[in-house]
């Protein structure tokens, strides 16, 4: 394990290539880069080594509770970034549940989750990454919603 800066959650606006010296200077080991389909992984590497910085890991890039053909789209981009974080060593991806539904029960909510983290989970492990899930804890993210979800650790 190792200190690994995430720009966006401490609300830093910056490129990430802007902060590589930040998070160095810093004392940070590592940095979440946002690979796309389109990143030149190559530069990367050579970007992160330029200031002793690992690869750090990043959210999915698509959202997995859309519509069907958003999710098939977002499996096709999850295929070609898996591979260029693959390519750099940023092998971990990660998502956050949201702890209610307005729709679904819990039972099926759990199996929607199953299913599109399953497939989603099978593209990264292909690659050789890994998918971690963060679930939403606190109440008032549950209050007025008529369906409770995943929100403690057991």
């Known amino acids: ?54 690869a750090g890991g990043q959210a999915l890039p698509f959202d997995f509770r859309g519509t069907d053909a958003v999710f098939r789209d977002g499996l096709r981009t999850l295929r070609a970034v898996a591979k260029k974080a693959a390519a750099v060593g940023q092998t971990r991806f990660y998502i956050w549940i949201w702890p209610y539904s307005d729709i679904l029960t819990f039972h099926d909510n759990f199996r929607f989750h199953a299913d599109r983290l399953g497939q989603a989970a099978a593209i990264l492990r292909d690659a050789g990454c890994r998918l971690g899930l963060e679930f939403l804890g606190p109440r008032h993210y549950r209050e007025g919603h008529p369906h409770s979800f995943i929100h403690t650790l057991g």
Do not use: Q
């Open 1 to 54: 394990m190792y200190r690994c800066l995430n720009t966006g959650n401490v609300g830093i606006s910056l490129d990430w290539e802007a902060c590589l010296p930040l998070a160095k200077a810093a004392g940070f080991t590592g940095i979440d880069a946002p690979l796309t389909p389109e990143t030149d992984s190559g530069r990367v590497r050579d970007r992160l080594a330029a200031h002793g910085l690992k």
